[in-house]
């Protein structure tokens, strides 16, 4: 059994190189390119949103609160008529990636932790590059891909674009992985 604290260069390591991954990912590769399209109508569906006054958060519609509301006349005739959907609304103003980017790479450190807890429960000092490679590999490839497909079941995201951010979080856990076998402590 290895803890956690005498795992933390493979921790950091894997977080910076999974942070530098993805900025090329998403730079370089542009693969993600098509994950979100236009709004027919643009201008005139954002001026109805600013009217209406709506703050930064997430959004369901059409809403309601009850069953028994889901289950009225009116919200099935809603439902029917469409449109439906989710939207997120981001405050006004310049969109800066700071927080972003230091909050991703918080997450990245993260999953670095429960792969380090996880491989470090399963396999001793000296343990073989690959067992190690298996153990942290999945551990971070459970972080970073397997909860992105309830965005596609429950809010109807497109399969596309959550097999592409899942091939994402292959090549992170891969990088992972790779830091866990190469930094594992000897005997």
């Known amino acids: 059994m290895i803890s956690i604290l005498s795992l933390w260069l493979p921790i950091l390591l894997s977080s910076a190189a999974v942070f530098l991954l993805s900025s090329l990912v998403h730079t370089v590769l542009k693969y993600h390119n098509s994950d979100y399209k236009k ?3 643009e201008d005139q569906i954002t001026d109805a949103i600013r009217s209406a006054n709506a703050q930064a958060g997430d959004y369901i519609f059409p809403y309601c609160e009850t ?19 989710v939207i997120t609304i981001f405050p006004a103003g310049p969109v800066s990636m700071g927080s972003s980017l230091f909050q991703w790479f918080i997450y990245s450190i993260i999953v670095g932790i429960f792969a380090a807890y996880v491989s470090g429960r399963a396999l001793g ?44 979080g292959l090549i992170y856990a891969l ?13």
């Open 39 to 41: 709004l027919p109508s």
């Open 67 to 85: 069953m028994e509301e889901r289950n009225s006349k009116e919200f099935k005739e809603k439902v029917e008529r469409g449109p439906a959907g």
């Open 125 to 168: 000092p000296g343990a073989d590059y690959l067992e190690v490679f298996r153990f942290s590999g999945v551990t971070a490839f459970t972080g970073y891909s397997l909860a992105l497909m309830q965005n596609s079941i429950w809010f109807k995201r497109s399969w596309a674009t959550t097999i592409k951010s899942m091939f994402d």
């Open 175 to 187: 990088v992972t992985a790779g830091f866990f076998g190469w930094l594992w402590p000897s005997l």
